[in-house]
């Protein structure tokens, strides 16, 4: 028995972790199906990004674990699993997602709030008097 290549996605406070198996193309998130998980069809198709520029959407099965962040975040966390356990499958696949910037970590989080505002970046009304 080969060994399932196991990957780390993340993206804002969301960890994915990845692994890839010879299959028919089904992506299971947190035990549920990703269509059931991600609602909205442009997360769906952000995911499938690697999958489909490799073009493997029809040749592996995917299972994830996902922890922390929002729907957006997770998508993007999986996103770069996804891409990364592609890698270590093959590294042939490796060029053209490097090329179009799925192996890199999206490097934008939270800012912070800061202290005598309101947020990060809103005040808290001006009064004059």
Known sequence: MTPKPISTGR???AIAKVILRPGNGRIFVNGRTMENYF??????????????LTQ???KFDCTARIIGGGLAGQAGALRHGL??????????????????????RDPRKRERKKYG???????????KR
């Open 11 to 13: 993206r804002k406070r």
């Open 56 to 58: 493997t959407l029809e």
């Open 83 to 104: 891409a990364r356990a592609l890698c270590e499958q093959d590294q042939a696949m490796r060029p053209p997602l490097r090329k179009s910037g799925l192996l890199t």
């Open 117 to 127: 505002q309101k947020g990060a970046r809103k005040r808290f009304q001006w009064t």
């Open 39 to 52: 609602p909205r069809l442009a997360l769906q198709v952000h995911i499938k990004e690697p999958l489909v």
